[in-house]
């Protein structure tokens, strides 16, 4: 399996702009989870799935921001609109838990954002 | 809410000295522990687990942590660091109760390595 696979590695936008980051997860994993990372506040959960469901989108930071996974091998996070205080570095994983809890975590390389 | 605190955002060891990575967490019971590493530019990768059992766990890489109840602290440790183990290391922990619970990573300790 590849693995986790996220795009794009980089993107630079200008602050107003929509982004959208993509991710496949690990076929046959049910859980999928997109994650912040910044020096400020470190690895920050944003949103998770099950099943292609959200379950806990508590850790967005506000309405500009929105995930969708509308099957088992794709989701969005999309930024609209952007601003410089979402640069940071963008991470996908999934987990094949089977309803188990905190199984591994499998990472994708993440999307490093910079807004301009 | 659990919570971890990692006390060293970096740490510098030299080349074949021992490594100790601290993780302290906020849990009501025994919770799940985990060790990630990031090497620059890649996602994170898991290096060790604890469950339950043993309170000592060994990981890949020659890591180990132990598991320590009553300091609520779950550190990592290696004999002797290569330079290939400068990276970012991450403690994490999750909940038990009920289904599924989410993981809540530290901010991480950045390793360095000098000859």
């Known amino acids: 399996d590849a693995g986790v696979i996220q795009s794009p590695r980089h993107e630079v936008t200008e602050m107003g702009q929509e982004v959208t980051l993509r991710c496949k997860p690990i076929s046959g994993h049910d859980y999928l989870f997109w994650y912040r990372q910044t020096m400020m506040r470190g690895l920050e959960l944003l949103i998770y799935f099950n099943n292609n469901v959200p379950i806990d989108d508590s850790g967005m930071p506000e309405d500009r921001f929105s995930a969708k996974m509308p099957n088992a091998s794709f989701s969005t996070l999309k930024i609209q609109p952007s601003e410089p205080r979402d640069s940071a570095v963008y991470f996908c994983a999934s987990s094949g838990t089977g309803g188990r809890t905190n199984e591994k975590l499998f990472f994708g390389s993440g999307t490093q954002l910079s807004v301009l | 809410a659990q919570s971890v605190t990692q006390p060293d955002i970096h740490i510098t060891v030299s080349e074949g000295a021992s490594l100790e990575l601290r993780c302290n967490y906020s849990y009501g019971a025994t919770p799940y522990l985990f060790w990630y590493v990031q090497s620059p530019g890649q996602g994170l990768q898991l290096l060790l687990k604890?469950?339950?059992?043993?309170?000592l766990v060994q990981g890949i890489k020659g890591f180990e942590a132990e598991f320590k109840r009553s300091q609520s602290s779950f550190n990592l440790r290696k004999p002797s660091v290569h330079w290939s183990d400068a990276a970012e290391y991450f403690c994490?922990?999750?909940?038990?109760?009920?289904?599924?619970?989410?993981?809540?990573f530290g901010i991480g300790t950045k390793l360095q390595v000098i000859p």
């Open positions: 994490a922990v999750g909940g038990r109760s009920g289904g599924y619970q989410k993981v809540t």
């Open positions: 604890y469950f339950s059992g043993d309170t």
